[in-house]
C-alpha cells in the first residue's frame, strides 16, 4: 500500500475555508427519467490544503466538481442545495458575466480527457493565452511570452517550439502538461483536477502528480483531486471524501483512511489493490474485489446505497438512509465521519481485516 502523507489537520485548524459547499444536490431530466448524481454533498477545502473525492465511475465525482463551477446547466442538469461559497461569495447566487469573471481565473480545472478538452484547430500558445487576455489584460505579444513561460513552469520541452503547435502534435503527457499550464494561467487560488493521470502510463503519472506537488508549493494554491486511484490519494492528498452512488460516505484525514477505514466500500476499495509482500512476509491473499457493481442513476436502491453489495448489511441497512456521523468522542477540530449503521454499532470493527462473506455478524 502506498505511503501516506502527514495530514496537515492541526496546521489548518484555525484558518477560514478557502470553498464551502453545504447540501449540494444535483438532477438531470433525461428521456428515461430523472438521474439523481449527486445527493447533498457537503465538504471545505482549506488554503494550501489538497481535498481529493474518490470513488469509482459514476459515484458523482466529475458532476460535484463541474457545479462549482457552474458547468452544470449547460447540460440540462439541475443544482439545488448550497450555499458553494468561494473566497466569501456564492457562486451558485452570482450572475452568469460574474462567474465568468471566477472560472479560468481564480479557479482552474484539468478536464479529464486533454485532447477532447483542448481545441484541435488552435495552437497551445492561444490557447493558453486565452485566459490571460480575457483577465489579466495582456497583450497578445505579452500573453505568446507568458504561455511559453507556463509552458517551461510545467516542464514542457522546448517551449519556445512548442507554443506554435497543435494538441494533436503532443504526446498524451504532453498534452496533460499544456493542460496544467492553462489552468495556471491566472494563478488561480483553487485547481480543480479531475483524473490528471488517467490513460497515462506509470511514469508520467509520477512526474505529473510531482509536478502538481511543487506548483502547490510554488503558487501556495489548493487542490480538490477527483480520483478512483488510491496512489493518487496518498500522494498528494491531506483529506479525503468517498462517494458512493452520489453520497459521502465517509470523510477523513488521508493518515486515518489508509490505517482504519470506517466504511465497508471504503475497505473494498483497499482490498481491491495490489500489493507486494514486505522483505519476509508471507504472500498476500487474492484481491477481493467489490462484488456487483454502482447501481444504475434512475433506480438507487432505498436505504444504504450499498448495502446490495456490503457483506456486513442488515436489517436497517435496507430501509433507512445512514447519515454522515462524527465518532461522540473525537476531539479533533476535522473530526472524521461515516455512513454506516454497522460503524455505528461495531465501532472497533477492522474492516481491512475482514471476515469472509456471511461471517459478518
Known sequence: ??????????????????????????????????????????FEIFP?????????????????????????ESQRGRVSGGPIEFEGRDLLALSEKEVRAIRGNRIGMIFQEPMSSMNPVYTLGTQIG??????????????????????????????ERRVDEYPHQLSGGMRQRAMIAMALACRPSLLIADEPTTALDVTVQAQILELLADLQRQLGMSILMITHDL?????????????????????????????????????????????????????????????????????????????????????????????LRVPGDTQASRPRASACFYTEQHPDVSYLEAPAAGEAS
Not at 7 to 29: H, I, Y
Not at 245 to 265: Q, T
Open 48 to 72: 494550501g490544503e489538497t481535498l481529493a473525492l474518490v470513488g469509482e465511475s459514476g459515484s458523482g465525482k466529475s458532476v460535484t466538481a463541474m457545479s462549482i463551477l457552474r458547468l452544470i
Open 231 to 323: 496512489g493518487v490519494v496518498a500522494s498528494l492528498a491531506q483529506r479525503a471524501l468517498v462517494m458512493y452512488a452520489g453520497r459521502v460516505v465517509e470523510r477523513a484525514a488521508v493518515v486515518d483512511l489508509f490505517e482504519n477505514p470506517r466504511h465497508p466500500y471504503t475497505a473494498g476499495l483497499f482490498q481491491s489493490l495490489p500489493r507486494l509482500p514486505a522483505p519476509g512476509e508471507v504472500a498476500p491473499e487474492r484481491l477481493r474485489p467489490i462484488e456487483g457493481s454502482v447501481p444504475d442513476a434512475l433506480h438507487f436502491p432505498s436505504g444504504c446505497r450499498f448495502h446490495p453489495r456490503c457483506r456486513y448489511a442488515f436489517a436497517p441497512c435496507s430501509e433507512l438512509v445512514p447519515e
Open 1 to 42: 500500500m502506498p505511503s501516506t502523507p502527514s495530514s496537515g489537520s492541526d496546521a489548518m485548524a484555525d484558518t477560514k475555508p478557502l470553498l464551502s459547499v453545504r447540501e449540494l444536490s444535483v438532477s438531470f431530466q433525461t428521456d428515461a427519467g430523472v438521474v439523481h448524481a449527486v445527493d447533498r454533498v457537503s
Open 130 to 159: 486565452e485566459p490571460l487576455l480575457l483577465h489579466a489584460r495582456l497583450s497578445a505579444t505579452q500573453a505568446r511570452s507568458e504561455a511559453i513561460r507556463l509552458l517551461e513552469l510545467v516542464g514542457m520541452p522546448s517551449p
